[in-house]
């Protein structure tokens, strides 16, 4: 009970501004509500101006600083700690995220001056213990206030997420987030890889595009969550810096074609579809410009390219749905943890204030939720797809065989023409000849019996052209016209 009297006090005697923190059991907190902020925006303030007050009042953060996209910039945060009896002295300082290029801690000495540690994604060999983020060594005093000035500067999205730790739940924390992140990563190479192998067997370009949406994703997590520069590229921090801004750019670029091919948004929205692709496209010329022309503001932009790309997404999904696509509602859920994910780091962007969870972890958690969503989607639209294929197939195939059933009763009713007209041709012969034979024999009353014969050998040589226009091979088709009812030759007819 005394020593809550003795915080109080302490906190009554210190000047007005963000509240101070007393440890009193703890084991991790964040900073959030107990910060207060001075900009640096030319990065020309030293410590000795900073807590003389020379440079100007403090104002009170009611959350973690966030201060958005723009050029490089610095900023300070101060925050004071209170420790008590039966806590530890010692505390560990970790300030998210990643990507920060300078994070300086100035800490009180005892002579009265201040100590500065570096670290940073620019000052890796200043953090005490290898981490992905900056990492901080504190020393508190029970029942006594200690101020600390924290530095952070960085271009594009400046923010800083201040989190106090002891010894144990560092460790916990570190560990928490290994198994995390290597299950994220295990879910984005076994995706990619599955995904890559089913382009190559069935060659559907859906395939393809998920993979490489997954690989410029899962590049970019892994370079924005600082596991590049603490592994790889831990001496160059610039690199480190321009493979992210590529890679937001390549992320945006690849997550257009897909989303407007997996979404069939060529069909419902064309226009719609036409502008998010020629927005990925922009995604990659100002990543370029960012990466290689310095003007990192543009960050802010492009993200909100990929916001605009979701909201396109989910429009077009609650589309389908309505009209009973067979995807409809999983399509929808798609796009709702997408956008999910993606907004808080559009308020990032505008600067607006988000937690932590949200903005670090809550998007690496909906990133790998979207990406199981929309494995099972594309491998619900392939099935559709080799569905629809192997009943066009079928049908092929009945067709083949309808034909093929034609084609033989086309040959059997040719055969049985060539054989009637063989059948008919040949008495008509007979009948021609030996009615020539007899008009030869005649016994000289030929006037009596020419009538006849000319009757008989025109009646033949109509039946014979019946015949070639019905029956002959070479007139198998339409019908022809039937001759007319006359002679030929100007032979009359049989009365």
């Known amino acids: 009970m005394k020593r809550w009297w003795i915080a109080c006090l302490l906190l009554l005697s210190l000047p007005a501004g963000a509240a101070p923190l007393l440890l009193d059991g703890q084991e991790s907190v964040e900073l959030a509500g107990h910060l207060e902020l001075l900009a640096d925006p030319d990065g020309r303030l030293g410590i000795g101006q900073v807590a003389s007050g020379a440079a100007g009042p403090f104002r009170p953060l009611p959350g973690h600083f966030t201060d958005g996209f723009g050029p490089l910039r610095g900023a300070w945060l101060r925050f004071t700690l209170i420790g008590s009896q039966g806590t530890p002295s010692r505390w560990w300082l970790r300030v998210h995220p990643a990507y920060l290029g300078r994070v300086m801690l100035y800490r009180p000495t005892a002579e009265g001056g201040w100590s500065a540690a570096s670290a940073g994604s620019e000052h890796p060999e200043g953090r005490p213990l290898p981490d992905r983020v900056a990492l901080f060594a504190l020393e508190v005093v029970p029942d006594t206030p200690r101020t600390f000035y924290l530095y952070v500067r960085h271009g594009a999205h400046l923010a800083a997420y201040p989190v106090l730790h002891s010894t144990a739940s560092l460790y916990r924390t570190v ?9 994220f990563y295990g879910i984005v190479l076994v995706l990619v890889v599955i995904n890559g192998l089913y382009w190559w067997a069935l060659r559907e370009r859906i ?3 998920f993979a490489l949406y997954l690989l410029f994703r ?12 603490q592994f790889l590229l831990v001496d160059q921090p610039e690199m480190v810096i321009r493979l992210q801004l590529l890679l937001l750019g390549l992320t945006i670029a ?4 897909f989303f407007t091919g997996i979404l069939d948004m060529d069909e419902v929205f064309p226009r719609l579809a036409r502008l998010c692709q020629g927005l990925g496209l922009i995604a990659v010329a100002a990543a370029l410009v960012m ?4 003007w990192r503001g543009l960050s802010g932009p492009v993200v909100s390219f990929a ?3 979701g909201l396109a997404g989910l429009a077009t999904a609650l589309v389908q749905w309505h009209r009973g696509a067979p995807r409809g509602r999983l399509l929808v859920l798609v796009m709702v943890v997408f956008l999910s994910g993606a907004g808080p780091t559009l308020l990032g962007t505008l600067g607006w204030h988000v937690s932590m969870l949200g903005d670090l972890y809550g998007v690496q958690l909906t990133t790998g939720l979207t990406f199981i969503l929309l494995h099972f989607t594309v491998v619900s639209q392939v099935v559709g797809i080799k569905r629809a294929k192997e009943e066009s197939e079928r049908a092929a195939r009945r067709a083949a065989e309808a034909v093929e059933r034609e084609r033989a009763a086309r040959r059997a009713q040719s055969d049985f023409i060539a054989m009637l007209f063989h059948e008919l041709k040949t008495p008509l012969a007979v009948i021609d000849s030996a ?3 007899l008009e030869h024999l005649d016994d000289g009353r030929r006037n009596e019996t020419a009538r006849r014969y000319d009757a008989i050998h025109g009646a033949v040589e109509r039946l014979n052209r019946l015949v070639e226009q019905s029956l002959s091979p070479e007139r198998q088709g339409p019908a022809s016209a039937l001759p007319d009812g006359g002679g030929a030759g100007g032979r009359g007819e049989l009365r």
């Open 175 to 183: 560990a928490g987030e290994d198994l995390l992140f290597g299950l």
């Open 291 to 294: 990466a290689f022309g310095g």
């Open 435 to 437: 009615a020539t034979v």
């Open 254 to 257: 690849s997550l257009a074609p």
């Open 218 to 229: 899962g590049a970019f997590v892994l370079v924005a969550n600082g596991h590049l520069g």
């Open 207 to 209: 395939h393809l595009e």
């Open 307 to 309: 916001v605009f790309i």
